[in-house]
């Protein structure tokens, strides 16, 4: 079975600021790595996504995250915030033998201060 | 917009009751994962559907049940309605026929169990 644990349950960071949300997950087979964003009363959006090859993989609005297998983490960095980016995040796992449910984590709480 | 929707967007119903929430799958997916999220917590898989038929389930209690239809919505019913069952009910549709599965999620129907 996967686990995903996300070290973090909350993150205060200032406008312009760098940020890492932390993301490490438990399995015993190859996996595929998402983060999915959570807005206020809204469903989650894919941010983005470690299927095969490259290990750093990019969003369109400046995220970026880095698979390691050796330390079975998939961590979540931007280098400047904004306040829009105010929100909740959530790393997934799931198996790549087909098609797998996806396992979360509790999630993280960004919070862009201005 | 994922093309995912759900509805009703908010219900609320009383303890012993039964719910019906709906689903339409984006464009092109067969596969249908309903996902229960908590206050505060990350989403738990509930089941899923492929190709109308129950493709997994998770930790759920048998009345906890679910429907795929030909044109791939679904729905998800809850019998006997418990005060634990109040969360955000979130389906995602993907389409794992030609390899990675991406799933992409509804906006979530919020449920209240008074």
């Known amino acids: 079975a996967q686990s995903v644990t996300q070290l973090d349950s909350q993150v205060p960071v200032f406008e312009e600021a760098p940020v890492e949300l932390r993301c490490n997950y438990s399995s015993s087979v190859s996996v595929y790595l998402f983060w999915y964003v959570q807005y206020p009363n809204q469903g989650l959006q894919l941010l983005l996504k470690?299927?095969?090859?490259?290990?750093l993989v990019e969003s369109i609005n400046g995220f970026e995250a880095e698979f390691n297998k050796s330390q079975t983490s998939f961590h979540l960095r931007k280098p400047s915030v904004h306040i829009s980016d105010t929100a909740e995040y959530f790393c997934a796992v799931t198996t790549n033998s087909g098609n797998t449910p996806l396992v979360f984590g509790k999630g993280t709480r960004l919070s862009v201060i201005a | 917009e994922t093309g995912v929707t759900q509805s009703p967007t908010h219900l609320i119903k009383t303890r012993g009751q039964q719910v019906t929430l709906r689903c339409s799958s984006q464009?092109?997916?067969?596969?249908v994962s309903w996902y229960q999220q908590a206050l505060g917590q990350g989403p738990q898989f509930i089941f899923q559907y492929y190709r109308e038929e129950e493709n997994g389930r998770g930790n759920f209690p048998p009345r906890f049940s679910g429907l795929q239809f030909p044109n791939y919505s679904s729905e998800l019913n809850v019998n006997a309605l418990e005060l634990d069952d109040s969360a955000l009910y979130l389906c995602?549709?993907?389409?794992?026929?030609?390899?990675?599965?991406?799933?992409?999620f509804g906006p979530g129907t919020r449920l209240t169990v008074l």
């Open positions: 995602a549709s993907s389409f794992p026929d030609r390899g990675p599965a991406t799933q992409y």
């Open positions: 464009s092109g997916h067969n596969t």
């Open positions: 470690y299927l095969s090859g490259s290990t």
